[in-house]
């Protein structure tokens, strides 16, 4: 099986410890089966999806803002910098085979509007927030947890 890089969309800023704890669980559950986990930030949500990928020996690519001040990306395997947002949504929904959306504000609720224009999978964890509670798409699945996700998302690939 090729590995397939998986976003994992959500708050970089402001995000609850249940969030974190759920993107550490998405981060480590994509790595275990194989693929590389994908986001825009290095902090909240992103971070600790590329710790959890970092537990299982996973790969992790950062799409980020050329002029980023955030400078630890030792989680890091690779990083890409674009010249702006939108920019960066785009190399993420060209580069992402789907997503996880735990939580997020406007920027994640662009984001998934990129990945679904070129049919790629989004599925939100219920209850963590902002555009996971009000997927502005019906082809946005809402699911419980971590396990249900990945399971969507790879019967997809």
Known sequence: ???KCIAVLGYGDNCS???KDWAFQAGRNIALHGHT???GNLSGTFHHAFRGAKSASGATIAYLERGNTE???TLC???FYAESTDEKHRLIASAASGAIVIGGGTGTGKLITKLLAQNKSVVAIRHTGGAAD???DERVKVVDDIE???DRLLEKL
């Open 134 to 136: 009000s997927p502005a």
């Open 37 to 39: 986990v994908c986001a």
């Open 17 to 19: 410890d249940r969030n």
């Open 1 to 3: 099986m090729q590995k």
């Open 77 to 79: 395997n690779e990083v």
């Open 71 to 73: 400078t630890d990306q």
């Open 148 to 150: 249900e996700a990945l």
